[in-house]
């Protein structure tokens, strides 16, 4: 009797696994089907995307287009080395005016808008480089990735290949945590577009085991300054954040002709000389670009701050208050034992 059960178990148990081998490989084969109509339906419709790879990036080609013929257009993924962007292109027309854009976003719920816009005519560009920083910029990463495709007009009339990529150096040290999507257009001087595409990537904060996280900022100033004002704000997070009796505002270019006796604008800038001394020296500022890798760490804040978690809000402004550079900085403080007198201060 117990045979014949084991025996049925075992039966029922073999129908089972074949009942699961069954559905899965025929969920499979469905979704192989679908798949496989979808690229067939893109690729007649003239477009091609790839997904994301271990660099985090991928590209969207959008065709066809009015005035050339994309002859290849593809990804090479190559390991720990950034993703080569394939493109072959006949332009059969004579270009004398070629108008390139950019536009950046950045991905919160969906992407918005990121100040990273760029339009420029490429052949007077040519002829006479623009001061835009970040046309400048731009025209770096061509040179370095594409350079046997800048020169001076007229373009068109030939077939173009380009392998272009991105990598990590291309990007601001400054450059904001997340996902961004970079749209490109080329377009002749009828505005007809002869090439457009789409590339993600993220931007990704690296921190530093048992250290500060360091944050990078790179920020041109055209203009000669004789007045900065220097503002800080501390909120404490109960449950939202309220404001914390730690405020600064102070005219740097006046503080370094005479410091101040103020405990809190003391205490503030010397975290400033212990992490960006290059910076403070006596005015006039601007006219140039500021590099900064500025920090906080434990010895920066008295021992008698009270546990919990911080938000820090700070402007740096003009003489006519219009802001150089603002930022909010998000820390905890975590204690144990007794708060410490606030005489520590």
């Known amino acids: 009797m117990a045979n014949n059960v084991a025996g049925q178990l075992l039966v029922y148990a073999l129908l089972l696994?074949?009942?699961?081998?069954?559905v899965f490989l025929s969920y499979a084969m469905i979704l192989h089907t679908e798949q496989t109509q979808m690229w067939s339906?893109?690729?007649?419709?003239?477009?091609?995307?790839?997904?994301?790879?271990?660099?985090?990036?991928?590209?969207?080609y959008i065709t066809p287009y009015e005035v050339?013929?994309?002859?290849?257009?593809?990804?090479?993924?190559?390991?720990?080395?950034?993703t080569f962007f394939n493109l072959t292109i006949q332009v059969p027309n004579v270009l004398n005016l070629l108008y390139f854009q950019v536009k950046t976003f950045y991905r919160l719920n969906d992407y918005q808008p990121f100040p990273i816009s760029i339009i420029t005519e490429v052949?007077?560009?040519l002829r006479n480089p623009s001061d835009d920083v970040f046309s400048r910029h731009l025209m770096s990463v061509f040179f370095e990735t594409i350079p046997h495709l800048l020169y001076y007009c007229p373009h068109g009339n030939t077939t173009y290949h380009a392998e272009y990529w991105l990598e990590?150096?291309?990007?601001?040290?400054?450059?904001?945590?997340?996902?961004?999507?970079q749209d490109v257009w080329f377009r002749d001087e009828e505005n007809r577009t002869m090439l457009?595409?789409?590339?993600?990537?993220?931007?990704?904060?690296?921190?530093r085991r048992n250290s500060p996280t360091f944050f990078n900022i790179t920020l041109?100033?055209?203009?000669?300054?004789?007045?900065?004002?220097?503002?800080?704000?501390?909120?404490?997070?109960?449950?939202d954040y309220q404001a914390f009796p730690v405020d600064v505002l102070?005219?740097?270019?006046?503080?370094?002709?005479?410091?101040?006796?103020?405990?809190?604008?003391?205490?503030?800038?010397?975290?400033l000389f212990a992490t960006s001394p290059q910076l403070l020296y006596y005015c006039p500022h601007g006219n140039r670009t500021y590099n900064v890798a500025y920090w906080l760490e434990d010895r920066f804040f008295p021992k008698s701050m009270p546990a919990g978690d911080y938000r820090m809000d700070v402007w740096f402004r003009d003489e006519l208050n219009m802001t150089l550079i603002s930022y909010q900085a998000y820390f905890s403080v975590r204690r144990r034992g007794v708060w410490r007198s606030l005489l520590e201060w």
Not at 17 to 22: A, D, E
Not at 196 to 207: M, N
Not at 226 to 237: G, S
Request: glycine fraction near 2%.
């Open 168 to 181: 990590d150096k291309f990007f601001p040290k400054s450059m904001p945590a997340g996902d961004y999507r």
């Open 41 to 60: 339906t893109i690729k007649d419709r003239g477009a091609m995307r790839t997904m994301p790879n271990g660099t985090t990036n991928y590209w969207y």
């Open 17 to 22: 696994f074949f009942m699961v081998v069954v």
């Open 123 to 125: 052949c007077s560009y």
């Open 196 to 207: 457009s595409y789409q590339a993600f990537f993220s931007c990704k904060t690296i921190l």
């Open 220 to 239: 041109h100033v055209p203009k000669v300054l004789t007045v900065v004002y220097f503002q800080l704000k501390t909120y404490y997070r109960l449950n």
């Open 250 to 271: 102070l005219e740097a270019c006046a503080y370094f002709r005479n410091p101040s006796e103020d405990i809190f604008s003391r205490h503030v800038m010397s975290v």
């Open 68 to 82: 050339s013929e994309l002859l290849q257009c593809k990804t090479v993924l190559r390991r720990n080395k950034p």
